[in-house]
């Protein structure tokens, strides 16, 4: 009998919790990974940077196994599907996966690991994608934190080097089951086409963790910030390896950027309700203007704020945006515009390379107002200050916006301090009537 690891968002064999466990439980192991299309066929536009990505790293996965003798096996279909296949092809004496905290995939594991059980199947899970999961790290009542300072604080004393120790698969590689490779999906058989722009690296830029709190906020330099972010979504760098590097870094901003990204993983876990809805109930009562004309002018970076549309045009060609635009174009969708969170949400979720139902959904919050330790409603940024202060020499803009002098250009779509104050009240009117 062997033993399964079912790959998902942690594409790596080194430092990965499941495959450890796998690998120790002295049988010969086997890796899985399946093109899900539950999800995949959700997806309307077939040029997509993650399904490209995924490939990609399947393929590198694929080739590292073959190189020892093994293979992956790399299935397309629905995973209750595929699991009642592998069932049925192999003799399985225990399969072993890393948490999800998405509604969706808790569901699935949920399914999964009944349709095991039937077959006598153990299913083990571990934590992996994060440092900190679930009731890790709690208030002192034994809470959810819902607020994020208190939480850091907290999150940083727990950090000991124990937490951070990576898991030494490789000295266990000789377990993989020997096997002739077996067949990868292609895009085209998916149905997707390629983009072909190449992903940024899986390594730290050089320096980048002792200069990051003075080079973070500023979108026109090339390597400001890391752009790990779609390797830490699809898992193919480790979490515990990027924490230790920032641990040990003399400026501590970037392990910050590390614990944000746990702190709305464990909002999720806790909160299911926000995919859907606001954190904070009463923000469901907004009048949001929700002009579809506008909203598309917004999608193409076409509002005549120039920060604003530089942001968006940058999403729709990289598939990535600054973290500091994301909240200047989000705050100017929500505010400006009065446009509800969700459809900004469900744009990001379609452009972004990095997307992650956690960070977004937690991004979008926060600029609407309505999540977890959100800005205050009456606080609107200004996006002409913003750009001023972030882009002070228009390098950013000038890239994405070279005809901001052109005539062409369209003029402000609203303007400044009218928005901000039809916000004001619009917001202030909705909470009223709590
Ligand atoms: P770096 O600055 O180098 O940060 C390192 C890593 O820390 C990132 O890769 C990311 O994993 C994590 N991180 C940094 N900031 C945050 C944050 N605020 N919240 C959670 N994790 C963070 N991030 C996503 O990974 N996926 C998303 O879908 C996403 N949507 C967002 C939507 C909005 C409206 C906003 C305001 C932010 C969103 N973010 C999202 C957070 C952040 O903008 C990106 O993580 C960051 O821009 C990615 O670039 P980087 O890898 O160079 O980041």
């Known amino acids: 009998p062997l033993s399964l690891v079912w790959l998902r968002r942690d594409l790596r064999l080194h430092d990965n919790t499941a495959l450890y466990h796998a690998l120790k439980s002295g049988r010969p192991v086997i890796p899985v990974f399946i093109f899900d299309r539950i999800i995949l066929d959700d997806l309307d ?14 393929n590198r996965l694929h080739t590292e196994l073959a190189k020892m003798g093994s293979t992956l096996l790399v299935r397309y279909g629905k995973p209750i599907e595929v699991w009642t296949e592998l069932i049925s092809q192999f003799t399985i004496a225990e399969v072993f996966a890393n948490h999800d905290y998405e509604v969706y995939a808790k569901d699935r594991d949920q399914a999964i690991g009944k349709l095991l059980a039937e077959h006598r199947i153990g299913f083990h899970t571990s934590k992996d994608q994060v440092i900190f999961e679930r009731d890790e790290v709690l208030t002192g009542k034994k809470t959810p934190y819902t607020v994020f300072t208190p939480y ?9 080097d124990f937490y951070l120790k990576s898991y030494p698969t490789e000295h266990y590689f000789e377990r993989f089951w020997k096997t002739s490779p077996e067949k990868v999906p292609t895009l085209a058989e998916m149905d997707f086409l390629p983009v072909g722009e190449p992903f940024p690296d899986r390594t730290v830029p050089d320096k980048l963790l002792d200069t990051y709190n003075k080079t973070r906020d500023f979108p026109a330099l090339p390597h400001g910030t890391s752009q790990l972010s779609i390797h830490l979504r699809f898992g193919t760098v480790s979490i515990r390896d990027l924490a230790r590097q920032a641990k040990a870094a003399e400026d501590k901003t970037f392990l ?42 917004w999608c193409q970076g076409q509002t005549g704020y120039p920060i604003v549309d530089a942001g968006m045009r940058q999403l729709n060609t990289l598939g990535w945006m600054h973290n500091r635009v994301r909240m200047i174009t989000a705050s100017f969708l929500c505010k400006h515009l009065l446009i509800d969170w969700r459809w900004g949400e469900a744009y990001f979720a379609k ?32 996006p002409t200050l913003q750009a001023k202060k972030f882009d002070p020499k228009g390098i950013y803009i ?30 202030r009117k909705a909470l009223a009537r709590k």
Do not use: M
């Open 351 to 382: 452009k972004l390379r990095d997307y992650d139902l956690s960070a977004n959904n937690g991004g979008w919050q926060w600029a609407a107002g309505s999540g977890t330790d959100a800005a205050p409603y009456f606080r609107v940024f200004n």
């Open 45 to 58: 536009d077939r040029r997509d940077r993650r399904v490209e990505f995924l490939v990609q790293e399947v």
């Open 398 to 427: 000038r890239h994405w916006v070279p005809e901001l002098d052109e005539p062409t250009y369209p003029k402000p779509i609203v303007e400044h301090t009218l928005a901000r104050q039809r916000a004001i009240d619009t917001y």
């Open 152 to 160: 850091s604080r907290n999150w940083r004393e727990k950090l000991t």
């Open 256 to 297: 910050t950027e590390l614990c944000w990204r746990d702190f709305y993983f464990q909002v999720l876990d806790h909160f299911p309700h926000v995919e859907k809805n606001s954190f904070r109930r009463e923000y469901d009562q907004i009048d949001w203007r929700n002009n579809e004309d506008e909203f598309e002018k």
